[in-house]
């Protein structure tokens, strides 16, 4: 995957072998998309939360990781760009041993295409206690 208008930023001496995301990224051009965070739980909810609402919702990490970047990935498609106008990632993980489950999915979802990544234990999300993992997103597709 590639971003014509992104450049990923690394350092020279960067060890090729430990380089999961870059440094940074360089963005010129195009037009910023700002996702709200996404969940696995459904987009359109009501408020104040039903518990209900949630049932459906997959109880393990690859099934929330993969729902949540399905969503984003449709959000994405709807202003007409792809995962790979993904810039810069949050990852909000209620438990960090599920880490490398959520990995395995991103990778399914991005490939070898790497945008700046930072990843955050948290407590719980807002949405429901069930939620496993909150993701947070900002793209750049042409303008």
Not at 75 to 100: A, I, K, N
Not at 113 to 135: F, G, K, M, W
């Amino acid at each position: 995957m590639t971003n014509k208008h992104m450049e990923i930023v690394d350092w020279d001496d960067a060890p090729v072998e430990l380089n999961h995301y870059p440094a940074g990224i360089s963005v010129t051009g195009g037009k910023m998309i700002f996702l709200s965070g996404v969940t696995a739980a459904p987009a359109y909810h009501s408020h104040p939360h039903v518990a209900e609402e949630f049932d459906k919702m997959p109880q393990d990490m690859e099934g929330q990781t993969r729902a949540a970047l399905e969503k984003v990935k449709k959000s994405l498609e709807s202003v007409g760009g792809s995962m790979s106008d993904v810039v810069d990632t949050v990852w909000f993980l209620r438990d960090m041993t599920t880490q490398e489950e959520m990995r395995k999915v991103r990778r399914e979802f991005f490939g070898d295409h790497r945008p700046s990544s930072t990843t955050v234990q948290i407590v719980r999300t807002a949405t429901d206690p069930r939620c496993l993992i909150e993701i947070k997103v900002v793209a750049v597709v042409d303008a």
